[in-house]
């Protein structure tokens, strides 16, 4: 028996971050088309390379993309939504970056929708299809992929997103995405028998959708899908990751595919039961190394698993799922501290793991036995260490008593009390609470880190951007200011960074969506707050102004999601550690006389497990650590909350028993279609959707601000409207935000000045 390693996919942005730097220096016209594709193919070749140069034997192509591979998909069925203005679906460049990040100009266009991939905090663009479409093979950058690495030298497997993950994840106006089934199935027919002409004998398709609960019509279509496909030229390694496939593991194990994938980290359980059932002639590859967190695997724990599998049939060892998900490289890591980066492993480290587990199971432990001497002494540090620990923290989190879940007195009553502390106008305006973080701001914030700059220039230059920005927000008339974030590098970074329990990577960067890319805190031990981390700021900005200031601070639910998390005890008790410490910074900005304090929970919704079995037990705890973090105020301070792109439909009772005051959520690309699921609820608190689309350069004017606000009063009363951008606005420049900003205020001053408006 054989047993060979496989990645399904490897980070794109490079190991500093390359391509970031690549898209947008062509974004800002100062290199060409060319230039940009040079940069990509390098990328690519050097991808290839290195994970060839690591023992990997299935080489992934077409994993690579300039934006986001459910993009790639959609430009390659020619899935162009109309207003791009694009005949027979064909999408070059330009309306590839359209349907990303919009257009600006006399005739701008707004981008396609984007929302988290599954439960990741990774962004993909949402495809769209209406009735009558027309889709037709665009380029086929998965071909092309594959023939530039055999020419030089890498024998690659072609990753493509399947057809019934695209089609579920598809949105449809006024059809259901389903209806071009057939359509789409004779376009991956085409591409795959391009793929075999060219030389592929494998390609992995990847179907994450059958980790999800399917429904008849998903069924159907996915034994449609493989009958057809299956006869389509290459050999199909069906790929599933992100969990387990439960009651879907008998149907996917008799799908006619040549190999399935499955997900042994999240869900090692299903191991067994495939084993037993699959057919040797299905090839199985088991996802057996995390690559979704940073840990070091227990390697020699995996071979007691793995070896009697080895032992009977052929198998593939890989990562649970795609290491676009963590960071390259830890050997780039000069700064984190030693007994910490023991225990981590990043992409690199992750494929030299798999090349261990392969050398194990095909010549003995002992042709590799220093590696895993190696592996075992991390794992025992890591569970030995005295900073994993702390007896203090634990104590608090059990003594947590359920009136510290609970505000003072119910919405009404809260809703007079803040009315008559913060004197605010029908339609207050707002935002999200960051604003641009300019070249000057990142230059000053690397000149302070590389010890060119000393805490006093950095302090004063952070106050006077700070004022800068107070005082731009009175000119132009936002009813309640932020302070602007320059001090912060991210907005869970900065928090983590303040807490006991994390560490920090300087390089370790991952892509959230096209050149956007943050680094995680890597949460290794007990969570605890020693000194304030936001009040100064707060009370420095609040001095500047008789308006009220915001303080801003990330929930303990985001700042768990948007973390390298510990794996050694459940989620849910490393989050009420951190909600207890969020729960102390809340208190002190109130006792410093702040009125209105945001508590960002943009990643709970992105939380929620894939299966509906489980939802009950995270949106539990989920709420609970919100209520816990927010509840220790009185009935005056006006408690707001944020959440980012997601479907809210099924969970708006549990935003309801979250008990904020003020939710601000992204709805512009979507034209308020969030705010109909609001509305059947009957919300009863206040909601912010946003009118202005940061995600994207394009320069909003007050007409269109003013019909989305209209749109929303279909659903809700004027007197709940809060009118915000989207999001915070740390990525866009100054150019885009004033004229954007200045828009969005005339237009809710045009919407007091009607009174009740029109609907």
Not at 87 to 113: I, K, N, Q, W
Not at 370 to 375: E, G, H, N, V
Not at 584 to 603: N, P, S, T, Y
Not at 625 to 632: H, K, V
Request: hydrophobic share 40%.
């Amino acid at each position: 028996m054989t047993v060979t390693t496989a990645t399904l996919g490897f980070p794109r942005i490079g190991p500093r971050r390359e391509l970031k730097f690549a898209l947008e220096k062509f974004w800002s016209g100062k290199s060409d088309e060319t230039e940009l594709l040079g940069a990509a193919a390098g990328l690519r070749t050097a991808s290839w390379a290195r994970q060839n140069a690591l023992g990997v034997d299935w080489l992934p192509s077409g994993d690579f993309s300039l934006y986001d591979h459910m993009l790639d998909m959609s430009a390659m069925l020619g899935a162009i939504p109309d207003r791009y203005g694009v005949p027979h679906g064909t999408a070059d460049l330009s309306t590839y970056f359209a349907m990303a990040r919009g257009t600006g100009g006399a005739d701008s266009v707004t981008a396609c929708e984007m929302t988290k991939w599954f439960d990741t905090n990774y962004h993909y663009i949402v495809p769209e299809l209406h009735a009558g479409q027309h889709l037709a093979l665009g380029r086929l950058g998965v071909v092309d992929a594959y023939r530039e690495a055999k020419a030089q030298g890498f024998e690659t497997r072609p990753v493509i997103v399947g057809p019934i993950t695209w089609l579920s994840l598809a949105k449809g106006h006024g059809i259901d995405p389903f209806d071009y089934l057939e359509e789409v199935l004779g376009l991956y027919r085409v591409i795959l028998g391009h793929l075999g002409q060219a030389g592929a004998e494998w390609v992995q398709i990847d179907e994450p959708i059958l980790v999800t609960d399917l429904d008849d019509r998903q069924r159907s279509a996915l034994t449609r899908a493989y009958a057809k496909l299956a006869r389509s030229g290459p050999k199909l390694m069906l790929t599933t990751y992100f969990g387990g496939l439960g009651d879907n593991l008998s149907f996917a194990a008799s799908l006619p595919v040549s190999g399935l994938h499955i997900d042994c980290v999240r869900a090692p359980e299903q191991l067994d039961r495939l084993v037993r059932i699959a057919p040797k002639s299905l090839l199985l590859s088991l996802g057996v190394i995390d690559g979704r967190n940073v840990w070091r695997a227990d390697l020699a724990a995996l071979l007691d698993r793995l070896e009697p599998i080895a032992a009977l049939r052929d198998i593939v060892v890989a990562p649970s799922c795609s290491l676009l998900h963590v960071p390259v490289d830890l050997d780039l890591e000069q700064k984190l501290d030693d007994e910490v980066k023991q225990w981590l492993a990043f992409a690199a480290q992750k494929v030299a793991e798999l090349t261990t587990l392969k050398t194990a199971l095909n010549e003995g432990r002992d042709a590799v036995a220093k590696d895993l001497a190696a592996s075992t002494e991390a794992s025992v540090s890591r569970k030995r260490s005295q900073r994993i620990h702390d007896s203090a923290v634990a104590a608090r989190v059990h003594q947590a008593t359920p009136d510290m879940r609970q505000r003072k007195s119910g919405h009404d009553e809260r809703t007079r009390a803040q009315a008559e502390a913060l004197n605010l106008p029908l339609f207050p305006t707002t935002t999200i609470g960051s604003f641009p973080q300019t070249r000057e701001v990142r230059k000053a914030r690397a000149s302070y880190n590389r010890g060119e700059m000393d805490a006093a220039g950095y302090d004063a230059f952070l106050r006077a951007e700070t004022e800068r920005a107070i005082r731009w927000q009175e000119e132009v008339g936002l009813d309640m200011l932020v302070h602007g974030e320059f001090e912060r590098n991210d907005m869970v970074q900065y928090f983590g960074e303040k807490l006991s329990g994390f560490a920090f990577t300087t390089g370790g960067w991952v892509q959230s969506y096209g050149s956007r890319c943050v680094r995680p805190p890597i949460l290794f031990g007990d969570v605890s707050r020693p000194e304030p981390m936001t009040v100064d700021w707060w009370h420095y900005a609040q001095g500047l102004t008789d308006r009220p200031v915001k303080g801003m601070l990330t929930g303990p639910v985001t700042i768990l999601n948007w973390s390298f998390v510990r794996d050694d005890q459940p989620r849910e008790d490393s989050c009420r550690q951190i909600a207890l410490a969020i729960r102390d910074e809340v208190r002190d900005l109130e006792a410093a006389g702040c009125k209105a304090i945001q508590i960002d929970e943009a990643a709970l919704r992105e939380g929620l497990p894939l299966r509906r079995d489980a939802w009950r037990h995270y949106l539990d705890w989920a709420v609970d650590c919100f209520r816990l973090a927010a509840s220790g105020v009185e009935d005056r301070t006006q408690i707001h909350t944020h959440m980012c792109y997601s479907e809210f439909n099924d969970i708006l009772a549990d935003i309801g028993a979250m008990d904020a005051d003020v939710i601000s959520i992204e709805t512009a690309r979507s034209q308020m279609e969030l705010l109909e699921g609001f509305a059947r609820y009957e919300y009863p608190a206040a909601i912010g959707p946003g009118v202005y689309d940061i995600h994207t350069p394009r320069v909003p004017g007050e007409d269109e601000m003013v019909h989305l606000i209209r749109l929303a009063q279909r659903h809700l009363r004027p007197e709940q409207l809060w009118v915000n951008p989207d999001c915070g606005l740390k990525t866009r420049r100054w150019e885009e935000v004033r004229p954007s900003i200045d828009a969005m205020v005339a237009a809710a001053r045009t919407l007091r000045a009607e009174g009740t408006a029109r609907v």
